[in-house]
């Protein structure tokens, strides 16, 4: 799988891209981010271990807790591959850029 496709799977999900509007406001725990939800904590858990796979989040221990934020560089890459896609007159230059 292309490196681009892995964001935009992780970006496929209501609950992931929730968390990624909570993120962007502050670093939060998993704790923090499963109060917000009415499901399960190892389903948080495995919500944030896709968008980290996906590098759209990272992790930082601090202490006994494990702080997640976004990881912008990834978000700006795939800004920027929306705005070469506008750019281009038709089709893909090359199959990685394929969804």
Not at 29 to 39: K, L, P, R, V
Not at 85 to 97: A, L, M, P, T, Y
Request: charge should be positive; glycine fraction near 6%.
């Amino acid at each position: 799988m292309s490196l681009l496709n892995m964001p935009f799977k992780a970006l496929s999900d209501p609950t992931r891209r929730k968390i990624i509007q909570m993120l962007k406001e502050k670093d939060m725990t998993a704790g923090e981010i499963a109060d917000n939800f009415s499901m399960a904590k190892p389903s948080i858990s495995h919500h944030l271990s896709i968008l980290k796979q996906a590098q759209l989040v990272i992790d930082e221990r601090k202490g006994q807790n494990i702080y997640y934020s976004l990881n912008t560089t990834v978000f700006q890459e795939v800004v920027n591959w929306f705005f070469n896609i506008k750019g281009r007159s038709g089709g893909f230059e090359n199959e990685e850029d394929k969804i």
